[in-house]
Nanobody
Framework: QQVESGTGSAQTGDSLTLSCKVSTRPFSNTLMAWFRQVPGQEREFVAGIAAGSGNTHYSDSVKGRFTCSVDRAKKTIYLHMTRLEPEDAALYFC???????????????????????WGQGTQVTVAS
């Protein structure tokens, strides 16, 4: 359902952008999110965006540094990551809820089990 791209290595303080092309139909009724996972730890919510309203929600650990956006024409969501820290290194996943599960309020959908479709993951490394 979705394909992530934008793997990269960065230094502390650098910026990276991840993208995820989504095939959920209709795109405008899609709630999407980014999660990340470090080996041995739970997959954690990073950011969410409602494609229809553009409403976003971020975890406290990335708020002010990461921005989630959507290009409706390209059916693609982006995660713009700035001021990267070593703690941001992880495997990043994009996820979507099915069209019947649309909401304009991503802040209520931060659990991994709230999403139906997942990308394969893209690795981000950050050197200190």
């Amino acid at each position: 359902q979705q394909v992530e791209s934008g793997t990269g290595s960065a230094q502390t303080g650098d910026s990276l952008t991840l993208s995820c092309k989504v095939s959920t139909r209709p795109f405008s009724n899609t709630l999407m999110a980014w999660f990340r996972q470090v080996p041995g730890q739970e997959r954690e919510f990073v950011a969410g965006i409602a494609a229809g309203s553009g409403n976003t929600h971020y975890s406290d650990s990335v708020k002010g540094r990461f921005t989630c956006s959507v290009d409706r024409a390209k059916k693609t969501i982006y995660l713009h990551m700035t001021r990267l820290e070593p703690e941001d290194a992880a495997l990043y996943f994009c996820a979507t809820r099915g069209p019947d599960g649309y909401s304009d309020y991503p802040q209520f959908f931060t659990g991994r089990d709230r999403y139906d479709y997942w990308g394969q993951g893209t690795q981000v490394t950050v050197a200190s």
